[in-house]
């Protein structure tokens, strides 16, 4: 009985410290969801991130995205870190693709900003997809840039 009592008590103690970290990492009212809208001139819709879940249900580390100016990832990050914007490093505006790309380096690619953030989001997805032998995250234009 006592054992058992003790143990419920560790478990409410348990989800209390996750509970805990998981205020703790949207304290300094870091939104739980942002608008991905960038500044240049733009030609698909703004993207709806769900940066909170992305961490918390979908389990993915912060340096999976955010790294540093020589691109290691950034796995300590807290919400109170000063967070720079992925452009501020992926500066050119837009996406280059098809013709348009034609014998460019991956690195030159991801100078911009567009190239950058798909790199980012969708390999992932497509990984994911891959794996679960399922299309459950989004990987099509219009699944993340919706038509209106
Ligand atoms: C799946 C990708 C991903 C993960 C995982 C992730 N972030 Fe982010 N985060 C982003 C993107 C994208 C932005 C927006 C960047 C921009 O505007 O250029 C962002 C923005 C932020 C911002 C600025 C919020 C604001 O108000 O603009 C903070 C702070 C932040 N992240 C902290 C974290 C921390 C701490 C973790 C881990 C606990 C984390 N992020 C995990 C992708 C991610
Ligand atoms: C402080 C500058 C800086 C910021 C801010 C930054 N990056 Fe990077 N990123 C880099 C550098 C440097 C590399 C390595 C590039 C290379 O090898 O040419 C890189 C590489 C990448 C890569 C390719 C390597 C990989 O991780 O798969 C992707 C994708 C990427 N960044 C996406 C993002 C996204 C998304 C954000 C915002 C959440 C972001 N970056 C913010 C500097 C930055
Ligand atoms: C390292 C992996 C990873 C990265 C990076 C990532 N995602 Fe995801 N994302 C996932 C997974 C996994 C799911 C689906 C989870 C599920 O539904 O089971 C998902 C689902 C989504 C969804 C649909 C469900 C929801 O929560 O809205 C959207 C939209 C989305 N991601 C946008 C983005 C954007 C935008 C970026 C880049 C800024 C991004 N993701 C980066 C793993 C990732
Ligand atoms: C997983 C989500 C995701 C998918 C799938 C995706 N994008 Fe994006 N895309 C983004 C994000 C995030 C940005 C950065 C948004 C911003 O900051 O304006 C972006 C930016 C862009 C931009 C530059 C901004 C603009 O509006 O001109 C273009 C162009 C673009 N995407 C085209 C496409 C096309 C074409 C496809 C399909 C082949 C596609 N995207 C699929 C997430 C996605």
Redesign the pocket.
Known sequence: MLKKRSLSIMIALGVGAVLCVAALAFAAGMPEVLVLESDYKKTRSAVTFTHQKHIDDYKIACGE???????QPLNELTADDPV???I???SKPGEVRGRQAQGMSE?EL?TYHAN??H??CVSCHRDYNKEKQARIAPATCNECHPRD
Not at 65 to 71: E, L, R
């Open positions: 995205c955010h790294h540093d100016d020589q691109g720079q914007k992925c501020d490093c992926h690195q991801l950058a953030m790199a980012n």
